[in-house]
């Protein structure tokens, strides 16, 4: 059976969420107060109704508790998104992921079982700030506060030398984990692949790490 979807709060986060499920080929619920949103999303979603999640009896007449996964979309107002969150746990909901305004926020919807919480703006933010910095950082990926995967380009030092020559494990402390050229993608590299001006690495370490190396193959 097709996994079924129900996002809650039809803003910019939600609304693209919406799109991209849908996009591809999920059916999705869409649930939002506020009939305008609602109408945008009438023909992207499989259903989209006009509902307030803070209400238990609507809730339960949708009949959210046999969806598989609810996304919490609700931005500034921290009291109906952390009301909707509970009376989701409270019903039996599978998995529920909320997006969370601040720490405070946070911390609620953790003490209350959301299953998964984001921040959206917050993780942007600092993926953007290391693609500015850094002009051969194309994306990162938290992964803990000290550590992070990386796509770092391969520069010019790099050209040509292989993974043994380069030593980047021992050196920096960092593994990369997979290496991109073109469409082709060489996942757990060996020792002996050369790499080529250009190529994409996919190194995991340390922050610290892998800003040396950063610093050092410019
Ligand atoms: P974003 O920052 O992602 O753009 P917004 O705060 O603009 O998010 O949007 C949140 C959406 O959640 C709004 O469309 C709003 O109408 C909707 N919303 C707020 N409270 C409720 C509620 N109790 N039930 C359903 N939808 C709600």
Same mark, same amino acid.
């Given at each position: 059976?097709k996994?079924?979807?129900a996002?809650?709060g039809?803003g910019?986060? #939600?609304?693209s969420?919406?799109?991209?499920?849908a996009d591809q080929g999920?059916e999705v619920?869409?649930?939002?107060?506020?009939?305008d949103r609602v109408?945008?999303?009438?023909?992207?979603?499989t259903?989209?109704?006009?509902?307030?999640s803070t209400?238990?009896g609507?809730?339960?007449?949708l #009949?959210?508790?046999?969806?598989?996964h609810v996304?919490v979309?609700?931005?500034?107002?921290?009291q109906?998104s952390?009301?909707?969150?509970?009376?989701?746990?409270?019903m039996?909901?599978?998995k529920i992921?909320?997006k969370a305004?601040n720490?405070?926020?946070?911390?609620?919807?953790?003490?209350?079982?959301a299953?998964?919480?984001i921040?959206p703006?917050?993780?942007? #933010?600092?993926?953007i700030?290391h693609?500015?910095?850094s002009?051969?950082?194309?994306?990162?990926?938290?992964?803990?506060?000290?550590h992070?995967?990386v796509?770092?380009v391969?520069t010019?030092k790099m050209?040509?030398?292989?993974?043994i020559e380069?030593?980047?494990?021992?050196?920096y #402390?960092?593994?990369v984990?997979a290496?991109?050229?073109?469409k082709d993608i060489?996942v757990?590299?060996?020792?002996?692949?050369?790499i080529h001006?250009?190529?994409?690495l996919?190194?995991i370490g340390?922050?610290?790490?892998?800003n040396?190396?950063?610093?050092?193959?410019?």
């Amino acid at each position: 059976m097709k996994k079924q979807y129900a996002v809650i709060g039809l803003g910019r986060f #939600g609304g693209s969420m919406c799109k991209a499920l849908a996009d591809q080929g999920m059916e999705v619920l869409a649930i939002d107060i506020d009939e305008d949103r609602v109408n945008e999303f009438s023909n992207v979603v499989t259903h989209a109704v006009i509902a307030d999640s803070t209400d238990e009896g609507v809730l339960k007449s949708l #009949g959210i508790r046999n969806f598989q996964h609810v996304v919490v979309a609700i931005g500034d107002n921290l009291q109906s998104s952390i009301l909707t969150t509970l009376i989701l746990k409270e019903m039996g909901v599978e998995k529920i992921t909320v997006k969370a305004q601040n720490d405070y926020h946070e911390k609620v919807l953790r003490k209350i079982g959301a299953d998964k919480i984001i921040h959206p703006e917050r993780d942007m #933010g600092v993926r953007i700030a290391h693609q500015i910095v850094s002009n051969n950082v194309l994306d990162y990926l938290e992964l803990s506060d000290e550590h992070s995967i990386v796509e770092l380009v391969a520069t010019k030092k790099m050209n040509n030398k292989s993974l043994i020559e380069l030593d980047i494990r021992a050196k920096y #402390g960092c593994n990369v984990v997979a290496v991109k050229r073109g469409k082709d993608i060489y996942v757990s590299p060996q020792a002996d692949q050369s790499i080529h001006q250009g190529d994409v690495l996919i190194v995991i370490g340390g922050d610290k790490d892998i800003n040396r190396l950063e610093k050092q193959m410019a």
